[in-house]
């Protein structure tokens, strides 16, 4: 029989308001939120002023809170308050992906030592519940490969354009008056969002414990007309897509631009939605599609981990230890569209194989075999001279990534 749960929240925005509505709006399920934890004592709120306070510890020392539900932007100010809630012996839900991700690992540790459960589904892919997925359902199954659209704000911008045909700078613009991308962008456009929910997915996926630094996030900042142009005559979408990869017993983590065709399902998911492709080893692939954005979405999934409080669940972290330690491993090719100035950039960048290339007036692109770890070794040069750099193919022929196979011929690029 589920308990009834005593909430402190912390954070009234976007999130905290879908929580309230949502919670005060659910059948089945009885939570009281008690105390609430916000910052601007001048802000107008819809609540009772009694429901407020400014004292973060007037929640964390309460002995009568069960839960601390942690929805605040500040992901160090929200470390502090969940480590603390931790060692209190609180249960704690977050919806705050960079916490999570930077801290992983010490966060795991928290919670084993102290004995409580630290739900974060909302903190991935909006109202899709891919961790429960990965927990519960491909507990004991082998995956090869978790992707997709993890960021509706960077989606929302891709939509636009290439059905509208929109520019990088004005599909932005718009994205921003609709309230979908902040006012300074910068975690989503230059994939640290998506990277965050990855590393996340990696240790539920895979069992491994991945820090920031050591993945790869290129964005779309530096998206341009041109490159749009040749998505549309090659009939792709450009998706920004995270892959969390099994290769030859250790996990690659990357978030790139994609060139995506009709058969891919993420082909069909616009605008702010989010998209998760499984693919297991016996299953095959499985795909879940759900609203990535907005206060009711991740309400909804931040609700669903308070649920299941209710119940007593945690997570089990089957997957934790099948893999040995140290087991990122950024030694991995892709085949890549590369829009590139001179020469020097490609020789930086240290391409391989040449399956296409274009010198014009206006720019020039190839289509080569690249390895993620030099794009992460020199992922400040690539924003630096603005190259655009797209993943183009699922997957290279196997020889290729055994061989690294030479140059042909008839290709020269000097």
């Known amino acids: 029989m589920a308990k009834k749960l005593?909430?402190?929240?912390?954070?009234?925005?976007?999130?905290?308001?879908?929580?309230?509505?949502?919670?005060?709006?659910?059948?089945?399920?009885?939570?009281?939120?008690?105390?609430?934890?916000?910052?601007?004592?001048?802000?107008?709120?819809?609540?009772?002023?009694?429901?407020?306070?400014?004292?973060?510890y007037e929640i964390l020392d309460n002995p009568n809170i069960d839960v601390i539900v942690e929805l605040i932007d500040d992901a160090e100010e929200a470390f502090e308050i969940v480590k603390y809630a931790i060692q209190k012996g609180k249960h704690v839900v977050t919806a705050n992906k960079k916490l999570v991700a930077s801290h992983l690992k010490e966060l795991h540790e928290l919670q084993q030592k102290h004995?409580?459960?630290l739900l974060y589904e909302a903190s991935t892919c909006g109202s899709i519940p891919i961790i429960r997925t990965l927990e519960e359902y491909f507990d004991n199954e082998q995956l090869n490969k978790v992707s997709g659209i993890f960021n509706g704000t960077t989606n929302y911008i891709l939509t636009k354009t290439i059905t509208e045909k929109l520019n990088y700078e004005a599909a932005l613009e718009q994205a921003q008056e609709k309230g979908f991308a902040e006012s300074d962008p910068t975690n989503d456009v230059e994939a640290f969002d998506p990277k965050y929910k990855a590393i996340i997915i990696a240790l539920h996926a895979f069992g491994v414990f991945a820090k920031p630094e050591e993945v790869l996030n290129i964005g779309i900042t530096t998206l341009h007309s041109s490159d749009i142009k040749y998505a549309s005559e090659k009939d792709y979408k450009i998706k920004l897509v995270p892959t969390v990869k099994l290769h030859n017993g250790k996990v690659t983590i990357f978030v790139l631009p994609k060139f995506i065709k009709q058969d891919n399902p993420l082909?069909?998911?616009?605008?702010?939605?989010?998209?998760?492709?499984?693919?297991?080893?016996?299953?095959?692939?499985?795909?879940?599609?759900?609203k990535g954005a907005g206060g009711h979405p991740t309400g909804a999934a931040v609700l669903s981990d308070i649920s299941a409080l209710s119940y007593d669940y945690k997570y089990a972290f089957k997957k934790l230890n099948q893999l040995p330690e140290n087991s990122i491993d950024n030694d991995f090719l892709i085949k890549a569209y590369i829009r590139y100035n001179t020469i020097i950039d490609l020789q930086t960048l240290q391409t391989g194989y040449i399956f296409e290339q274009y010198k014009g007036p206006d720019f020039n692109y190839v289509i080569a075999v690249v390895n993620i770890k030099d794009l992460l070794n020199q992922r400040d040069y690539i924003l630096k001279n603005k190259l655009f750099i797209s993943e183009i193919a699922d997957e290279i022929d196997i020889t290729i990534q055994q061989e690294k196979i030479q140059q042909p011929e008839n290709v020269n690029l000097y």
């Open 6 to 56: 005593n909430i402190g929240l912390f954070g009234f925005g976007c999130v905290g308001q879908g929580l309230y509505h949502v919670l005060n709006n659910s059948k089945g399920f009885t939570a009281n939120i008690s105390k609430i934890a916000v910052k601007d004592r001048n802000k107008q709120r819809s609540l009772e002023d009694k429901l407020f306070t400014f004292d973060k």
């Open 267 to 290: 082909f069909f998911v616009d605008n702010e939605f989010n998209g998760v492709i499984v693919e297991g080893e016996f299953s095959g692939q499985q795909f879940l599609k759900g």
């Open 115 to 117: 004995n409580v459960s």
